[in-house]
């Protein structure tokens, strides 16, 4: 069974920055495409990047320039890197992965909250 496990979230000031982490255990495969989702109280799930096991990445338009995805060496790990950090990004963050295009999987969450 293929876990994800979340770290990295906590509160921050406005403009600050906090790395996300994202490991996956319970598969040999190489998970494609990895993600972040987000979702704030009240609004639905939304993406905020992905990336595929080749390097390909996608943003939501609310966080270009800001965040940076990228894949670590170690297989099956992803993390976000969220620079210049605005109180609407304000969240519980989620992993997401697809193994072999057949099956979805979530982490638990971690908590973004950007606060004065």
């Known amino acids: 069974q293929v876990q994800l496990v979340e770290s990295g979230g906590g509160l921050v000031q406005p403009g600050g920055s906090l790395r996300l982490s994202c490991a996956a255990s319970g598969t040999v495969f190489s998970l494609n495409p990895m993600g972040w989702y987000r979702q704030s109280p009240g609004k639905e799930r939304e993406l905020v990047a992905d990336?595929?096991?080749?390097?390909?990445?996608n943003y939501a338009d609310s966080v270009k320039g800001r965040f940076t995805i990228s894949r670590g060496n170690a297989k099956n790990t992803v993390y976000l890197q969220m620079n210049s950090l605005k109180a609407e990004d304000t969240a519980v963050y989620y992993c997401?992965?697809?193994?072999?295009?057949?099956?979805?999987?979530w982490g638990q969450g971690t908590q973004v909250t950007v606060s004065s």
């Open positions: 990336i595929t096991s080749g390097g390909r990445t």
């Open positions: 997401n992965a697809w193994l072999i295009s057949t099956r979805e999987y």
